[in-house]
């Protein structure tokens, strides 16, 4: 499956639409992202039932601010509109796969449960 290129327009809609999304926040002058486009890109065409989406943290700004993007590359994987993984820096490809399948092994109701809990002691 081709990647998504993620804009503030469309941002949401993406997010919402798909129960899995791997993003990676980079630009095209870090050295890092650029060793790590590929892995990313090998990984979306492993597992075509997710989403594979990038951020040009240049061209969007704003998201990136948003979310509080200080270093690049940085891979965010939101699962059921839950943001359940982000970390900076280029994985190689088996961390790749290994969080991937952290991911997908994830129970969703148990993690909103931890959010609402964390929610009720602030």
């Known amino acids: 499956m081709s990647t998504v290129e993620l804009?503030?327009?469309?941002?949401?809609?993406?997010?919402?639409?798909?129960?899995?999304?791997?993003?990676d926040f980079w630009a095209s002058w870090c050295g890092p992202c650029r060793q790590f486009g590929p892995v990313?890109?090998?990984?979306?065409?492993?597992?075509q039932d997710l989403v594979f989406a990038k951020v040009d943290t240049e061209a969007q700004q704003e998201l990136a601010a948003a979310f509080e993007i200080?270093?690049?590359?940085?891979?965010?994987?939101?699962?059921?509109?839950?943001?359940?993984?982000?970390?900076?820096?280029?994985l190689p490809e088996a961390a790749l796969e290994d969080v991937i399948g952290q991911a997908r092994n994830l129970d969703m109701d148990e993690v909103r449960k931890s959010i609402a809990a964390q929610q009720q002691k602030q």
């Open 40 to 47: 990313f890109e090998a990984a979306s065409e492993r597992h």
């Open 70 to 90: 200080r270093s690049i590359p940085t891979l965010m994987i939101v699962r059921d509109k839950v943001a359940v993984f982000a970390q900076p820096g280029a």
């Open 7 to 23: 804009t503030k327009d469309n941002f949401d809609e993406v997010v919402t639409e798909n129960d899995f999304v791997l993003i």
